[in-house]
């Protein structure tokens, strides 16, 4: 699908390395690459391997054939019945500002709701302010507690949204 010359599509197996490297520099440029984020998960350079788990899915954004971003549900183990953590949602700055981020995430909204899921969940840090106002523009609110079992302990925002 093609909107105002971005592309949006599932992930592809040979988008691996360049997705992992476009979230580990979102991460250096914030100074979050640390223990216990994304930045040290072994998944991250697997991630077209990851998403092909059952009532998963993951969108790329891409411009010319450069990849802008990307944005992904996945059935995280131990979330409430009906639940899907929205995952892996970053954005290069170049094209931050552009709408881009909000028609990933509602793509990911929609591909929810298509598999089934009732609401979703997700964890950030205060460093990335511009995106939890997004998320919270978007009808998701904050929750005192992690939910689930992704493994990201050095995240402390917790939040949820029904669908």
């Not at 699908?1 to 992930?11: A, D, E, F, Q």
């Not at 914030?30 to 697997?46: A, K, L």
């Not at 059935?75 to 995952?87: D, F, I, K, Q």
């Amino acid at each position: 699908m093609n909107i105002n010359g971005v592309t949006y599509r599932i992930i592809e197996s040979g988008d691996n390395k360049e997705l992992a490297e476009l979230i580990r520099s979102v991460f250096r440029e914030f100074r979050i690459d640390r223990p216990g984020t994304v930045y040290f998960d072994p998944t991250t350079d697997n991630l077209y391997e990851l998403f092909r788990a059952q009532g998963s899915v993951y969108w790329i954004a891409e411009e010319n054939g450069v990849m802008a971003g990307g944005c992904g549900v996945y059935p995280t183990p131990g979330l409430p019945e009906g639940y899907a953590e929205l995952v892996k949602f970053y954005l290069l700055p170049q094209w931050r500002g552009k709408g881009i981020g909000r028609t990933l995430m509602e793509k990911c909204f929609e591909s929810a709701k298509q598999i089934g899921y009732v609401g979703l969940y997700l964890e950030s840090l205060p460093e990335l302010s511009r995106a939890v106002s997004m998320y919270i523009k978007s009808g998701f609110s904050h929750i005192p507690h992690a939910l689930g079992n992704s493994g990201h302990f050095g995240c402390n925002i917790w939040m949820v949204k029904e669908l």
